[in-house]
């Protein structure tokens, strides 16, 4: 995470490609999910909770807030 922005991923290689989750819903989430969607090395991209211009590019999980940890950690476990 950086403080100031929730700009935080977790990566689960599966295959030759990875599972990205970027938490949040704001500018810069959406410009990284953007420049993320461009990798070969990414399989499935996935944001929580995500915006309108962000589901144009991952799969967004609006059910998820930033601030749930452990509901975090367990849709990441799932995830992969």
Known sequence: ???GGWITWVAGIRGMGANVLILGGGGREHALAWKMRQSPLVERLYCAPGNPG???VAEC????RTND?????RLARELG
């Open 61 to 64: 999980l609006p059910g998820y």
């Open 69 to 73: 940890g452990e509901g975090l950690a």
């Open 54 to 56: 962000i589901a144009k």
């Open 1 to 3: 995470a950086i403080r």
